[in-house]
């Protein structure tokens, strides 16, 4: 990649997510909680051109290497994402993120009525229908959500 | 600026929206409307260290001149930022945005009472009580805004 073409620099220690879907960086951030009043550098391209996608978001964020349940959370909504940890600028650990076909614990249903908002002993679990758009269904009361349901709940 | 505190790099043609307060630069994207869904490449970077303030954000538009209201709209959230616009990797203007003492237009009182918000005739008008944090007293009602009630409208 060219040095013109690298819209952000590299960071030293931290995480990148890349191929995020064009246009869903900021989606991320908010599923991760930044608000920006955070303490760390971050920094985002959105709408980059991209070989595999056409184009595609990245976020850097410096001095932070993401958890396991924060990388399932972004697998919600940029599915081909790639998360690398980068430890004195080389990428130590790679993986693509990965929305399993059942999903627990991670959103709420956002119907009021399902059982699964009750004080009952129930966990919160979805059946994916479709990655992209996204398209999740409650495994007790058949409620479909989609993105905008589930960025609500961060 | 050595190659690697630019954590953003250069962009040929468009706006860059410099020295806005740390951690602020996600508001000034969403004032000025931008989802992620829009067609140019947008970078950002927050809580880049900083030698006129102790922390800043940066916004780099591609392809994009604001305009001088929406300049004037970035001036309720980031007092100190300067706008670039960019043509051929040239700046070709500079300036840095300037919060009136009164406000007109730009926003609406949030006090669902306040005359300004019935079918009078009415120019929504501010007086700039404190810039940073930000405090705006309506002219008719004297409700008192804050920056968040200003977000909430964009």
Redesign the interface.
């Given at each position: 990649m060219s040095?013109?073409t690298?819209?952000?620099?590299k960071i030293k220690n931290g995480t990148v997510i890349d191929h995020i879907t064009g246009?869903?960086?900021?989606?991320v951030?908010k599923i991760l909680g930044?608000?920006?009043?955070?303490?760390?550098?971050?920094?985002?391209?959105?709408?980059?051109?991209s070989k595999k996608l056409d184009t595609k978001?990245m976020v850097k964020i410096e001095g932070r290497e993401l958890k396991a349940e924060e990388v399932d959370k972004i697998a919600l909504l940029a599915p081909h994402a790639t998360i690398n940890i980068v430890r004195n600028y080389k990428v130590v650990d790679k993986q693509r993120v990965k929305l399993p076909s059942v999903i627990r614990e991670i959103v709420r249903c956002a119907n009021p009525a399902c059982i699964s908002n009750s004080k009952e002993p129930v966990q919160p679990t979805f059946y994916v229908d479709s990655e992209e758009p996204l398209r999740i269904r409650c495994h007790y009361c058949g409620y479909i959500m989609e993105k905008q349901d589930v960025l609500k709940q961060f």
């Open positions: 040095r013109k690298l819209r952000v620099s246009g869903h960086a900021l989606d951030i930044i608000t920006g009043h955070v303490d760390g550098v971050v920094t985002v391209a959105i709408n980059v051109p978001d």
